[in-house]
T-cell receptor
């Protein structure tokens, strides 16, 4: 069966520091991959999605970027974090069907 | 574009009572509809989905939802809730590409003993 991993689980970073969050999927090939952000008390906002290695679509312009160096690896990055980047970051995957399946998430606090 | 409205941000309900969480959507094209559940500090878990066919769909944990095209609604129901159902519930919609999911702002269900 498929599983999705995210790390780290929690992260506290100062303003202006870099960021790297990683997501990996096991048990499937050629997944579509997604990064969402969930701010406190709000719904989910799609940040990026990828339909293949090196292919990234950005939904919201901001100081974040994404990369997909391998088929089942999706990375979310920033060169300089802002306070507004705090939130719960969720990675999701989709293969074949329409539904998306979510990872456990990373809680990011920017101080 | 599509959008989702969850009409109730918080729903308290007593244990073993029925519950309905409301979801309305707007779209100019055919959509697929989903309900997800999120427990504290966890990811989202798929409860159920409507893709086509019967408008009454059953999901995990005894939940069901009914797709009403004329009212553009997809309300979630459970006849008897348990303490363990306390969580955040999200309604979501997408189209046939499946890449752009639109989520509601969530409904916090609290089951009172």
């Amino acid at each position: 069966s498929q599983t999705i991993h995210q790390w780290p689980a929690t992260l506290v970073q100062p303003v202006g520091s870099p960021l790297s969050l990683e997501c990996t999927v096991e048990g499937t090939s050629n997944p579509n991959l997604y990064w969402y952000r969930q701010a406190a008390g709000r719904g989910l906002q799609l940040l990026f999605y990828s339909v293949g290695i090196g292919q990234i679509s950005s939904e919201v312009p901001q100081n974040l970027s994404a990369s997909r160096p391998q088929d089942r690896q999706f990375i979310l990055s920033s060169k300089k974090l802002l306070l507004s980047d705090s939130g719960f970051y969720l990675c999701a995957w989709r293969v074949g069907g329409v539904e998306q399946y979510f990872g456990p998430g990373t809680r990011l606090t920017v101080t | 574009a599509q959008s989702v409205t969850q009409l109730d941000s918080q729903v308290p309900v007593f244990e073993e009572a029925p519950v309905e969480l409301r979801c309305n959507y707007s779209s100019s094209v055919s959509v697929y509809l989903f309900w997800y559940v999120q427990y504290p500090n966890q990811g989202l878990q798929l409860l159920l989905k409507y893709l086509s066919g019967s408008t009454l769909v059953k999901g995990i944990n005894g939940f069901e939802a009914e797709f009403n095209k004329s009212q553009t609604s997809f309300h979630l129901r459970k006849p008897s809730v348990h303490i363990s159902d306390t969580a955040e519930y999200f309604c979501a919609v997408t189209t046939n590409t499946g890449n752009q999911f639109y989520f509601g702002t969530g409904t916090s269900l609290t089951v009172i003993p």
